[in-house]
């Protein structure tokens, strides 16, 4: 096995590309829109309003499938919840679905009711009682969330506004696919 890539002393996280990693911390914006009943979309941007990916969904079927976009269109991860069970997020590589294309499994602990808690499950993790990743967010007193690696924060933002600060050498792909999954389990 290889050994992870470094930024600055500190391994990479990548499950999008190692192009989705930069070099120096990137704020971003996780914007949700509505069209319609069933359609939903969510556009990520920089704080100058760079559009870095897009997100399209239905709420219309068995399980709700959103599918990330860089700009030019390309899929990079799909992001799916079945409808009927809910509370577990199953994410792949590309438009795929088939197993050897999963990424990560989310699921919400029930752990902290004033919190909202999801756990995150990388695809080789047989030991399914200890997480890989943890995205908490608090409603009081303030309105956060961080996502963390162990006891390390690896990202972090608002509630208000989902602006998320995503640290040195973590993939935003992957993070902005936290942060939907996030929203949709408020």
């Excluded at 009081?140 to 162990?150: E, L």
């Amino acid at each position: 096995m290889a050994a992870p890539k470094m930024v600055y002393g500190v391994p990479m996280i990548s499950f999008a590309g190692d192009g989705f990693c930069l070099l120096h911390p990137m704020d971003l914006i996780v914007k949700r829109k509505r069209h319609g009943l069933s359609d939903i979309s969510y556009e990520v941007s920089d704080g100058n309003g760079n559009l870095f990916l897009l997100v399209d969904g239905s709420y219309m079927t068995l399980y709700r499938k959103r599918v990330m976009r860089n700009t030019a269109g390309f899929p990079i991860l799909t992001i799916r919840e079945k409808a009927i069970t809910g509370k577990k997020w199953i994410v792949h590589r590309g438009e795929s679905s088939e197993r050897s294309q999963l990424l990560f499994t989310v699921q919400r602990s029930r752990l902290q009711p004033m919190k909202t808690r999801l756990e995150v499950f990388l695809a080789g993790n047989m030991d399914k009682d200890i997480s890989n990743f943890q995205v908490v967010g608090s409603n009081y007193p303030s309105q956060y969330y961080r996502v963390y690696k162990g006891d390390a924060i690896i990202a972090e933002g608002e509630k208000e506004n989902f602006r998320v600060t995503v640290h040195s050498g973590v993939d935003y792909a992957f993070i902005a696919a936290l942060i939907i999954i996030f929203v949709e389990c408020e």
